[in-house]
C-alpha cells in the first residue's frame, strides 16, 4: 500500500463494531456509574489547586469568566463527543473519533497527544494530592520534611522565596525540616506522597473496573458535599470589595508575560480549563459501559453541567473571601478559610480534596490505559498494551507501566510544568473532535446516532474557536513542548506503527470494501 493512501485510511465503523464484539473488558458500567466516573474526574485538581494560580497570576476576580468561557469551549466539544459516543461506544476516545474520520495519520497524533494529556493530569493531581495530604497532616501537628514533598526544582524555591521574605520561621511551621540534603553533587528532593498514592492508584485499578468505581462513588459523594460547604459557609465571608476591580488592568511583568485584563480572562481560562478535563475520560470506558450509546452522552453532558454550575459557584467565593493577589497557590481553598479563623473548615476541605484527587487519579489512569489499549488493539502500539489479566479483566501490564511512569514523573517535576502540558493537549484533542463529528456528518450522513449534537455548524465551529482561542493564548514555551512530544510520536509512527497497521493489513486482504 502507498504511504499516501495507508496515512489517510480510515477505519470503517463495521471495523469498530467488530472491535465491540470481541472486546475482553466487563461491562458492568450503567447511566450514573458513568455520570459519577465524570464527576470523579472533573472535580479536582483544577478546582482545589489551579483556581488559585488562574486568580493570581492572570484572571483576579474575572476567574468565574474564565471559568464560563473554558465552559462554553467544553460544552461544545462535549456535545461533539456525545454524538461520537453514541456511533462508536469503543475505547480510544478522540483517537478513535479521529481514526474514522480523518485517517491513520491524524489518529495517532490524538493518540500519542491523549498519552501525554492523561499521563500529565494524573502527575499534576497527584502534586496536588501531596499538596493538601502536608496541608491536612499539619492541621494535626504532624510535619515531613520540605524534600519529601516537593521535587528538588519546587523545595529550592520555596527555601529561596521565604528566605528573600524573611518567612524562614513561618515555612518551619510546616515542614520538620528546610534542609535539603545533597546527592551527586546538587540538592535532593522528592515528593514521596504523590509517588505513593500512584502506586496505589495503580493497584486498585489492576484489580478490575467494578472495584474502581465503587471507590470511585464514595469520594465523589464525599467531595461534591465539601464543595457545597464550600460555597454555602464561604458565602457568609465574602468581602464585595474584592471583586473590585473585577477585571485588573493589565501589565506585563520582567519575562513580557502578560496578566489580568480581559486577554488575562482568556488566559486564565486556558488554565482552569484543566478543571473540566475529565468529562472527556467518560468516552474512553464506553467499552465498560452497559449501554454505551445511550448511557455514555447522558454520562458526559450532565457530569458537566453539574459541575460547571459549582465551579462558577466557588471561584466567586474564593476570589470574595480573599483578595486576588494574597490567594495562596498551593492549596487556595483551604487557605482562604484558615485566612478567616475556620480551621475547622480548612481541616475538612483537606480531607475532601485529599479524596477527591485521589478518585481523579482513578479516572485519568484508567483514561489513559484505555487510549493504550485502544491503539495496541489496532497494531499502533505493541501487543503488551492490549494484552487482558485472565483472572481481573483489565490491562494489567499497561496498567503498572503507566502507573509507575506517572509515579516517576509526579515525583519530579513541578506541578506548573506539569499542568501546561496537560491543557495544550486537551484543547488539540478537543479542536479535532469538533472537526471530526462534522466531518463524520458530510461522510456517513445515514449512520444511526442514538444522539445528534444540535446545531452542528455552530456547535462544532463555536468548539474549535474556543479551544483553539485557549490553545494561543498559553505561552510559546508550551507550544514547543507540544511538537517536540508529537515530533517524537511521528518518529515512532514511522519505524513502528505504520509497518504493523492492521487496518492497513485488513484494506489488503479486503480490496474491495470501502474506506
Given amino acids: 500500500m502507498e504511504t499516501k493512501n495507508q496515512l489517510m485510511l480510515r477505519k470503517p465503523v463495521s471495523m469498530f463494531e467488530e472491535d465491540m464484539k470481541k472486546s475482553g ?75 474514522a474520520t480523518m485517517g491513520e495519520l491524524f489518529a495517532w497524533i490524538i493518540g500519542w497527544d491523549l498519552i501525554l494529556e492523561y499521563a500529565m493530569a494524573s502527575a499534576s493531581v497527584a502534586v496536588g494530592w501531596s499538596a493538601y495530604l ?70 486498585i485499578l489492576c484489580k478490575g473496573i467494578k472495584e474502581s468505581a465503587s471507590v470511585n462513588n464514595i469520594m465523589v459523594v464525599l467531595k461534591v458535599a465539601v464543595v457545597i460547604f464550600v460555597i454555602v459557609v464561604g458565602a457568609f465571608y ?85 483578595r486576588y493577589s494574597d490567594i495562596d497557590i498551593s492549596a487556595p481553598i483551604a487557605s482562604a478559610f484558615t485566612s478567616k479563623g475556620l480551621n475547622f473548615a480548612a481541616l475538612i476541605i483537606s480531607i475532601a480534596a485529599v479524596a477527591g484527587l485521589t478518585s481523579v487519579l ?43 511512569i506517572v509515579a516517576l514523573v509526579s515525583a519530579f517535576t513541578p506541578i506548573d510544568d506539569i499542568a501546561k502540558l496537560v491543557n495544550i493537549g486537551t484543547l488539540l484533542a478537543f479542536v479535532m473532535v469538533c472537526a471530526s463529528v462534522w466531518i463524520m456528518r458530510y461522510k456517513e450522513p445515514d449512520k444511526v446516532r442514538h444522539f445528534k449534537t444540535p446545531a452542528i455548524a455552530f456547535v462544532a465551529t463555536g468548539g474549535i474557536v474556543c479551544n483553539l482561542g485557549m490553545m494561543l493564548s498559553l505561552e510559546w514555551v508550551n507550544w514547543a513542548r507540544l511538537f517536540i512530544w508529537l515530533g517524537i510520536g511521528v518518529v515512532v509512527y514511522f519505524l513502528y506503527s505504520k509497518k504493523h497497521s492492521k487496518l492497513a493489513q485488513y484494506v489488503k486482504d479486503n480490496p474491495d470494501m470501502k474506506y
Fill in 25 to 99: 473488558l466487563h461491562r458492568v458500567l450503567g447511566k450514573w456509574g458513568l455520570t459519577s466516573m465524570g464527576i470523579g474526574a472533573i472535580i479536582g485538581a483544577g478546582i482545589f489547586v489551579l483556581t488559585g494560580l488562574a486568580a493570581k497570576n492572570y484572571a483576579g476576580p474575572a476567574l468565574a469568566l474564565s471559568f464560563i468561557f473554558a465552559g462554553f469551549g467544553c460544552a461544545f466539544a462535549a456535545l461533539c463527543y456525545a454524538e461520537f459516543a453514541s456511533i462508536l461506544p469503543v475505547e480510544g476516545s478522540a483517537y478513535a473519533y479521529s481514526y
Fill in 134 to 203: 502536608g496541608k491536612l497532616l499539619s492541621l494535626f501537628g504532624i510535619k515531613l520534611p520540605l524534600w519529601l514533598m516537593h521535587d528538588s526544582r519546587t523545595a529550592a524555591g520555596i527555601v529561596k522565596e521565604a528566605t528573600e521574605k524573611g518567612t524562614l520561621d513561618s515555612l518551619s511551621n510546616h515542614y520538620s525540616s528546610l534542609d535539603l540534603p545533597n546527592f551527586l553533587g546538587s540538592a535532593f528532593a522528592v515528593n514521596l506522597p504523590a509517588f505513593l498514592i500512584m502506586l496505589v492508584v495503580t493497584a
Fill in 238 to 322: 465574602i468581602n464585595p470589595e474584592n471583586w473590585f476591580p473585577f477585571i485588573p488592568e493589565r501589565v506585563i511583568d520582567k519575562d513580557g508575560v502578560g496578566h489580568f485584563g480581559l486577554v488575562g480572562v482568556i488566559s486564565g481560562a486556558s488554565y482552569v480549563f484543566f478543571a473540566y478535563i475529565g468529562f472527556d475520560s467518560v468516552s474512553t470506558q464506553a467499552g465498560e459501559a452497559k449501554d454505551p450509546q445511550k448511557d455514555v452522552p447522558f454520562a458526559i453532558i450532565a457530569s458537566l453541567i453539574f459541575c460547571t454550575i459549582l465551579y462558577i459557584l466557588v471561584s466567586l467565593v474564593l476570589t470574595g473571601m480573599v
Fill in 362 to 404: 482513578l479516572v485519568m489512569v484508567l483514561g489513559q490505559t484505555r487510549v493504550f489499549y485502544a491503539m495496541a488493539k489496532d497494531g499502533l502500539l505493541p501487543p503488551m498494551f492490549s494484552s487482558i489479566h485472565e483472572k481481573f479483566k483489565t490491562p494489567v501490564k499497561t496498567t503498572v507501566l503507566t502507573g509507575t
